[in-house]
């Protein structure tokens, strides 16, 4: 479902600040997988994520998506393939809208535009099912502006949006990062559900150890834009923090740098 084959990512190359941030990644998801990354400060966690989103090019490689070569399409025309939640609740909805609204938004991405009324009765029904599937009380408030919910309201939300039309990738970007502990984990048990229900193939990215290990079938760590550890099934089951730290130190030969990630 994702091939991520040998990519190459250098910012402000040739000056004082040149980066590379990937490094040769390689990595392939099948239909169905759902992995989560973790890394080290600088590790290409973000960049991997905005590389398969066509956010900035890459210098070279090749990504495709279900067998489709997207290394040249413009962001616009790969989010007919990608659903997508930020870190940031502010991002990924329009607050002045409706929840309605943008619900509807997202139903109608990558269609044709045309001049019919906008929000049917039946559409309507439509998302009140699915809010109620949130257990938020959203479904009563669907006439309210989304820039009126809390952050975790907002995610839940953006989440429901991101896959309403089943995108053949999920890419949920520290989407629990900005949210208190209670409703982090209430955002993640909701992931879980969407993801499976959907039998989404998904990428998380996280900066906490446990939710990486607790969540999804297979984890992997990057490490200076390249992947040093690929743990699945039930392998990753037994892993604990320590074990993963101890394991990363071994493949990359240096010590875990990650603040936020050690502190969760």
Do not use: C
Not at 73 to 80: G, M, S, T, V, W
Not at 84 to 103: H, K, Y
Not at 137 to 148: H, N, P
Not at 180 to 200: F, G, M, Q, R, Y
């Amino acid at each position: 479902m994702l091939e991520i084959r040998n990519v190459y990512k250098t910012f402000n190359p040739g000056t004082v600040n040149e980066k590379t941030a990937l490094d040769g990644l390689s990595l392939r998801l099948e239909e169905g997988d759902f992995v989560t990354v973790i890394g080290g400060n600088g590790a290409g966690k973000s960049t991997m994520l905005n590389a398969v989103a066509g956010t900035w090019p890459v210098d070279s490689g090749n990504i495709l998506i279900d067998g489709i070569d997207v290394t040249r399409l413009p962001e616009h025309k790969r989010a007919k393939y990608l659903g997508r939640v930020f870190q940031d609740p502010m991002m990924g909805t329009a607050p002045n809208m409706q929840i309605a609204e943008n619900l509807a938004l997202a139903a109608r991405r990558g269609d044709a535009r045309t001049l019919k009324v906008g929000i049917t009765r039946a559409e309507l029904a439509e998302y009140r099912e699915k809010l109620k599937e949130l257990e938020l009380g959203l479904e009563d408030r669907i006439t309210a502006k989304v820039g009126l919910l809390s952050g975790g309201q907002r995610q839940a939300l953006t989440l429901l949006m991101a896959t309403l039309k089943k995108p053949r990738l999920l890419l949920l970007d520290e989407h629990t990062a900005a949210l208190d502990p209670k409703t982090a984990a209430k955002v993640l048990e909701l992931s879980d559900k969407i993801v499976a229900e959907n039998k989404l193939t998904t990428l998380m990215v996280t900066h906490n150890m446990r939710d990486a290990i607790a969540h999804g079938n297979r984890l992997i760590m990057l490490s200076a834009g390249r992947v040093v550890l690929d743990i699945a099934g039930e392998e990753k089951k037994k892993l604990t923090v320590q074990d993963l730290l101890q394991r990363f130190s071994t493949a990359s030969g240096e010590e875990f740098s990650n603040d936020r990630a050690l502190l969760s």
